[in-house]
């Protein structure tokens, strides 16, 4: 199916001519209720949409859309296991991950609970020897600091999670996370660390990961330097991962290795024992709390009718920023410190999943599909970029994150806090007129020559869309909710869009590059005649400068 041939949406451009007289002012003076109408809570996580640039009609059109193309059925679809990742030919079922019931899960045919349960409960042990201090390093010490050594959905989930929940954290035990093949990375930690109260995590998936590999040997060489016996691997070494044995061949024994399977896809990953290090810092129970507001959220996604669906809703307004008024890119704004690496791992959820341009038969899409993303902590973006959000006369939707209440509080910090992140999404969204400009500038008691030299300069033209959610605090159970809710909105996407959210062929072709040259670079052979010039010349630069 075409969609964009369709009569929904068909309509839903009609709905965009319409709205493109309308500013967002009018829209909230034509609904004095308008927030309830454009909001919603689920056990606090509140969703605040009322500032999109769509109103009711438009909406039943995005939900027509939705209706279309069958969400519904497909999400049941991902929840009954069926192998909807048809590209890999994979089930797509990181919600078992978070599943409590008793009953099996996806059926009792297909039953994957027990295997979860197991990992869990080796979890379990592992976070309770090592907080409890029972669990030794090579010369009997208790384990101080955990570094995980992993990169993409095997970094992001766990590094966001572990900072967001920062408040909730072991006092004794300092978190690393090592992603980057620049040695820059590693070696200043290894500097500081001292092997015999060290921890090391390698996740991932595959356990062929080129950075993650070379990162892991090397801090492997560093503990054998110091530990020089062989048995010392099991004292500081855990694997997280779908390849055993090849977790086993690096020197890891068998207890610490945490199986994680095929159907988990790497950026949905944090519920499985790619959390370790998050279990770790805020002790399993914690991380059962984030795997119960995961769990909300699924049960939210399942059973709540399409209009009041949080991630349906979302992904909807989605789209009608990205297809219909035009937005190419989107700003996440977290505005707590500890969330700060929320636009980090939103832009693997996003775009690793829908950053496609065919679709899940191989046909080309027919409209584009997701938005750029990107964005930092709203408040230094304030004092950076939020000029272009005002005045750059870009569509640019934001989302904007904040919790009620601080998790690191200090007397004075968080009214202010939260009176900036309502006012850059007022400002954004309702602008300031010429007549209240004029206004302003009279009023200040500028001359009319004053006042017609600045004038343009002090104008915003607002109408810039975007949804606020609002936590409670940042506590594991909200976290949790919050990061479901954009993972269900990514499937959902990717269902109106046609799309598999579920593969990444697109990250292949670099990772072959790479291999291909790595030769080359280190000097062991002659360039690829296939090569193109551009590629020789840096080469030929590595070659003089670098030192390999
Ligand atoms: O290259 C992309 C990717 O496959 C991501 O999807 C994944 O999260 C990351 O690499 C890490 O993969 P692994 O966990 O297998 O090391």
Aim: glycine residues 6%; aromatic residues 8%.
């Amino acid at each position: 199916m075409n969609i964009t041939l369709t009569p929904e949406w068909r309509s839903l451009l009609q709905h965009q001519k319409r709205l493109e007289r309308k500013h967002l002012r009018d829209l909230f003076a034509e609904d004095a209720q308008r927030f309830e109408h454009f909001s919603a809570e689920l056990d606090g996580l509140l969703v605040d949409y009322s500032k999109q640039r769509i109103d009711q009609p438009a909406l039943q059109s995005l939900l027509a859309l939705a209706r279309l193309s069958d969400v519904e059925s497909w999400r049941d679809r991902m929840f009954s296991g069926e192998k909807i990742n048809i590209s890999e030919d994979r089930a797509v079922l990181h919600t078992a991950l978070r599943y409590s019931d008793f009953k099996p899960f996806p059926d009792a045919e297909n039953d994957v609970m027990p295997q979860v349960r197991a990992v869990r409960k080796q979890m379990r042990d592992i976070v309770e020897r090592v907080r409890s201090g029972l669990w030794r390093g090579f010369k009997g010490d208790a384990i101080q600091n955990v570094v995980n050594i992993g990169i993409g959905g095997s970094d992001l989930g766990p590094k966001l999670a572990t900072r967001a929940l920062s408040a909730y954290q072991h006092p004794n035990l300092h978190f690393y996370y090592v992603s980057n093949l620049d040695s820059a990375h590693l070696a200043p930690l290894l500097e500081k660390l001292d092997p015999r109260t060290t921890l090391f995590i390698v996740a991932s998936k595959t356990f062929i990961t080129q950075e993650t590999s070379i990162n892991a040997q090397t801090a492997r060489t560093w503990l054998m330097a110091a530990a020089m016996e062989e048995w010392a691997i099991g004292k500081h070494f855990i694997a997280v991962t779908s390849s055993p044995g090849k977790a086993h061949e690096f020197g890891i024994p068998d207890d610490n290795i945490l199986q994680i399977w095929d159907w988990v896809g790497g950026r949905y990953s944090l519920w499985s024992a790619v959390g370790l290090s998050v279990a770790l810092a805020i002790g399993m129970n914690g991380f059962e709390r984030l795997l119960s507001g995961a769990e909300t959220m699924d049960l939210h996604f399942r059973k709540t009718p399409l209009e009041k669906n949080l991630p349906v809703l979302l992904a909807l307004i989605s789209i009608w920023n990205t297809n219909f008024l035009g937005a190419e890119t989107s700003a996440i704004l977290p505005y707590n410190e500890s969330i700060r690496h929320l636009p980090a791992f939103l832009q693997q959820l996003e775009m690793e999943s829908n950053g496609k341009t065919v679709s899940r038969d191989g046909e080309a899409l027919t409209c584009r599909a997701n938005p750029i993303v990107w964005g930092q902590i709203g408040v230094n973006g304030q004092h950076a970029f939020f000029q272009l959000l005002h005045q750059g006369g870009w569509l640019i939707p934001c989302d904007f994150v904040v919790a009620a209440s601080s998790d690191h509080p200090l007397p004075g910090h968080q009214a202010p806090l939260l009176a900036n992140c309502l006012a850059q999404s007022a400002a954004l969204a309702f602008g300031k007129t010429e007549a209240q400009a004029r206004e302003e500038l009279t009023q200040a008691g500028l001359t009319e020559a004053q006042i017609a030299r600045l004038l343009p300069h002090k104008v915003f033209a607002g109408n810039q869309p975007s949804t606020t959610i609002l936590m409670p605090s940042l506590d594991p159970f909200q976290l949790g909710m919050l990061l479901a809710l954009y993972e269900h909105k990514v499937f959902v996407q990717g269902v109106i869009w046609s799309i598999n959210s579920f593969d990444q062929w697109g990250v292949e072709l670099g990772k072959q590059l790479a291999n291909r040259l790595l030769p080359a670079i280190m000097g062991d052979q002659a360039y690829d005649a296939q090569l193109d010039t551009s590629t020789c010349g840096l080469i030929s630069y590595f070659r003089r400068h670098g030192h390999v």
